[in-house]
């Protein structure tokens, strides 16, 4: 199963930075990402990434959020910047679109 930090409490306008790692066990991956979600909202994508470095966005995060990945360290992360309280969720890592999920890491933007 993946693993997630870097979650946390931080003010709207500030920054933090997920990482997540996929186990040894899963040799070959061809794409990671970040879905997430908020009290009483449905699940959404974040970010997605491929192995070939191709990257989307959902549109409420792009110009603010990252993504990147380290295919030697099976290890995406997500540089998220300018937070705001909407971003507050429990983020979620993904390996190859789904088939593994992380336990979820918890973001909470407030003042």
């Known amino acids: 199963q993946p693993v997630e930090s870097g979650g946390g409490l931080v003010q709207p306008g500030g920054s933090l930075r997920l990482s997540c790692s996929a186990p040894?066990?899963?040799?070959?991956?061809?794409?990671m990402g970040w879905h997430r979600q908020a009290p009483g909202k449905q699940r959404e994508k974040v970010a997605e990434?491929?192995?070939?470095?191709?990257?989307d966005y959902t549109d409420s995060v792009k110009g603010r959020f990252t993504i990147s990945l380290d295919l030697a360290k099976k290890t995406v992360y997500l540089q998220m910047n300018s937070l705001k309280p909407e971003d507050t969720a429990v983020y979620y890592c993904?390996?190859?679109?789904?088939?593994?999920w992380g336990q979820g890491t918890q973001v909470t933007v407030s003042s």
């Open positions: 990434i491929t192995s070939g470095g191709t990257a």
């Open positions: 993904t390996v190859n679109m789904g088939s593994w």
């Open positions: 040894g066990s899963i040799f070959n991956i061809y794409a």
